[in-house]
C-alpha cells in the first residue's frame, strides 16, 4: 500500500515531557511536511523537508525539532511539551516541492498535554 | 504573501441540495489553488486543483470550483450533496516561497453538515 503513515495515532502525555512523532511516506516523494491543526481546525505548516535537507521552517518554539534520516521518513521530536502543544499532527509528502505540487496527508497524531 | 479566507466557518444543507463553499485568496504572484476535504479523525485529502486554463475544474465525487482571477476566488460547488459529504472543506493557495520550493497555506475550514 502506498500512502502516509503516521505513528502514534494518539498520546497523552504530562507538561515537561519529551514526545517523539514518526511519519513515513511509500509514495516515492522527495519532499515531507509537518503540520500543525488547532482545536479550531487551523492548519499551519511547521516544517518541510526536500530530499533530507530542512526547506521551510515556520516561527515554531526551538523545543520543536524535526528529524529525517532519509527522504521517505520525517520524524517531529517535541522537547518538555506545554499545553498550548496539544494538537494534531500532520505529517504530509509531495513529489517535489514546487508550487504546483499536491500534497497527501497521513492520518495525523492527536497529542493531549494534561 | 498569501492568504486565504473562507467567510462561512459552518454550513449546513439538506441532502440532495446544491451547495456552494466560498474561498477568497491573496496572492503577489500566480496562485496554485486546491480544496482538501477532511473526514473525522482523519488527515486531508485532494478534491481538485487549478493551475491554469479552464476556470472550472472538475474533482472527486462530482465536486467542481471554479477560478476567478477578478474576484480572486475560488469556490467550491455541487450539485446534489449526499450525507456522506459532511466533512470540513478547505481551500488552500500554494505559491513558492524562496527558490523552488512552495508553502501551502489553508483557510480556516469550512464545516459542512448535511441533514436528511
Known amino acids: 500500500e502506498t500512502a502516509v503513515f503516521q505513528t502514534p495515532n494518539y498520546h497523552v502525555t504530562q507538561v515537561g515531557n519529551e514526545v517523539s512523532f514518526n511519519c513515513k511516506q511509500t509514495?516515492?516523494?522527495?519532499?515531507m511536511y509537518w503540520y500543525k491543526q488547532d482545536s479550531k481546525k487551523l492548519l499551519k505548516i511547521m516544517f518541510s523537508?526536500?530530499?533530507?535537507?530542512?526547506?521551510v521552517n515556520e516561527t515554531v518554539p526551538r523545543r520543536f525539532s524535526p528529524q529525517s534520516s532519509d527522504k521517505a521518513h520525517l520524524n517531529l521530536r517535541i522537547k518538555s511539551v506545554e499545553p498550548e502543544d496539544s494538537a494534531v499532527y500532520l505529517c504530509?509528502?509531495?513529489?517535489?516541492?514546487?508550487?504546483?505540487?499536491?500534497?497527501?496527508f497521513g492520518p495525523g497524531t492527536r497529542l493531549t498535554v494534561l | 504573501a498569501q492568504s486565504v479566507t473562507q467567510p462561512d466557518a459552518r454550513v449546513t444543507v439538506s441532502e440532495g441540495a446544491s451547495l456552494q463553499l466560498r474561498c477568497k485568496y491573496s496572492?503577489?504572484?500566480?496562485?496554485?489553488l486546491f480544496w482538501y476535504v477532511q473526514y473525522p479523525r482523519q488527515g486531508l485529502q485532494l478534491l481538485l486543483k487549478?493551475?491554469?486554463?479552464?476556470?472550472v475544474v472538475q474533482g472527486v465525487n462530482g465536486f467542481e470550483a471554479e477560478f476567478s482571477k477578478s474576484n480572486s476566488s475560488f469556490h467550491l460547488r455541487k450539485a446534489s450533496v449526499h450525507w456522506s459529504d459532511s466533512a470540513v472543506y478547505f481551500c488552500?493557495?500554494?505559491?513558492?516561497?524562496?527558490?523552488?520550493?512552495?508553502?501551502?497555506?489553508f483557510g480556516k475550514g469550512t464545516k459542512l453538515s448535511v441533514k436528511s
Open positions: 504530509a509528502s509531495s513529489l517535489t516541492g514546487g508550487a504546483r505540487a499536491e500534497q497527501f
Open positions: 509514495l516515492g516523494h522527495d519532499t
Open positions: 523537508y526536500n530530499n533530507k535537507q530542512l526547506i
Open positions: 496572492s503577489s504572484v500566480t496562485p496554485y
Open positions: 487549478y493551475y491554469s486554463g479552464d476556470p
Open positions: 488552500a493557495v500554494s505559491a513558492l516561497s524562496g527558490g523552488s520550493n512552495a508553502k501551502l497555506t
